[in-house]
């Protein structure tokens, strides 16, 4: 149901096999939510870890914030794939999203 609201908030008026730019555009999106909910739950975990006292809450809550890292990494790929062909690389950059897939 969450998926459904994001896609049809950030990608509007796509149905079935999405188009190359609007696979990009998914990406993005998929990589912003991540971010913004692990960040999320790095507050509530810190907040937390200092009120119980809990170790095990604050080494959590850094997992989160490198699971956040990688939001930001799956991001950038996306957005750097969707890089026109320039004279250094004349056939594209869409390698870069799976060049950033390896680093996840």
């Not at 509007?12 to 913004?36: F, K, L, N």
């Amino acid at each position: 149901m969450f998926t459904s609201i994001i896609l049809k908030t950030f990608l509007p008026g796509m149905t079935g096999q999405p188009t190359p730019d609007q696979r990009i555009r998914c990406g993005i999106v998929s990589g912003i939510t991540g971010i913004a909910c692990n960040i999320l739950l790095v507050i509530v975990k810190i907040i937390l870890a200092i009120l119980s006292g809990s170790i095990a809450v604050a080494a959590d809550a850094v997992n989160n914030l490198a699971d956040a890292g990688s939001g930001i990494i799956a991001a950038a790929g996306f957005r750097l794939s969707s890089t026109p062909p320039d004279a250094e690389h004349p056939f594209g950059h869409g390698r870069t999203e799976y060049a950033a897939a390896s680093f996840l």
